[in-house]
């Protein structure tokens, strides 16, 4: 089993960062998404397991980065130059699978934090 719990969510200003933390346990792949009210949850950005293989949706690149320490069990979502169409819950997920870009190639989620960025 897997767990994952993360942290870091706030309120922010348009401009600003913000960096999301996931601790997990075991040796997964990691990815971050969102979910927007009304709207689908989203992928944001990956890793492997060795943090070799990183990948991010359009919609973040250059913005956002994906990283780990697996020292610390902890994956980070380093949030730059946010804006207000960022606002959503963010989930870190694990997968035993690889490193995937849709929902259904992950496992475990955490229990979401949420991001505001205000205009």
């Known amino acids: 089993q897997v767990q994952l719990v993360e942290s870091g969510g706030g309120l922010v200003q348009a401009g600003g960062s913000l960096r999301l933390s996931c601790a997990a346990s075991?040796?997964?792949?990691m990815g971050w998404f969102r979910q927007a009210p009304g709207k689908e949850r989203k992928f944001v950005a990956g890793i492997t397991w060795t943090g070799a293989t990183t990948y991010s949706a359009d919609s973040v690149e250059g913005r956002f980065t994906i990283s780990r320490d697996n020292a610390k069990n902890t994956v980070y979502l380093q949030m730059n130059s946010l804006k207000p169409e960022d606002t959503a819950v963010y989930y870190c997920?694990?997968?035993?699978?690889?490193?995937?870009?849709?929902?259904?190639?992950?496992?475990?989620w955490g229990q979401g934090t949420q991001v505001t960025v205000s205009s």
């Open positions: 075991g040796r997964t792949s």
């Open positions: 997920a694990a997968s035993r699978s690889g490193l995937a870009t849709t929902s259904l190639g992950y496992e475990y």
